[in-house]
Nanobody, 124 residues
Framework: QVQPVESGGGLVQAGGSLRLSCAAP????????MGWFRQAPGKEREFVAA????????YYADSVKGRFTISRDNAKNTVYLQMNSLKPEDTAVYYC?????????????????WGQGTQVTVSS
């Protein structure tokens, strides 16, 4: 398994949208759950969203439910995070992670490989 690589972060005004992508090459991608986590300055890394290996199940933190959508394209070994109605409190470094198992989880210990992160900054 190769380390995931995130892209798509940037600066956006409150109310705007961004789409993050995570390329995770490796023969186990299509059988692994994928997750997004974020970490703001001075805070612990927190769960944002996860998707099962097939894409049939998705999970969200309450703080992003209804605004963020996680999806995946197993043919491209890529997972996405569509972020709408962004708020200043969404500002953080966003990390993509490949799961140890096929089902999604909010537990960071269920993930084996982590990307380097991409910065998302939402201005008010």
């Amino acid at each position: 398994q190769v380390q995931p690589v995130e892209s798509g972060g940037g600066l956006v005004q409150a109310g705007g949208s961004l789409r993050l992508s995570c390329a995770a090459p490796g023969r186990t991608f299509s059988s692994s759950a994928m997750g997004w986590f974020r970490q703001a300055p001075g805070k612990e890394r927190e769960f944002v969203a996860a998707i099962s290996w097939s894409g049939g199940s998705t999970y969200y933190a309450d703080s992003v439910k209804g605004r963020f959508t996680i999806s995946r394209d197993n043919a491209k070994n890529t997972v996405y995070l569509q972020m709408n109605s962004l708020k200043p409190e969404d500002t953080a470094v966003y990390y993509c992670a490949a799961g140890r198992y096929g089902l999604g989880s909010q537990n960071r210990h269920a993930y084996e490989y982590w990307g380097q992160g991409t910065q998302v900054t939402v201005s008010s």
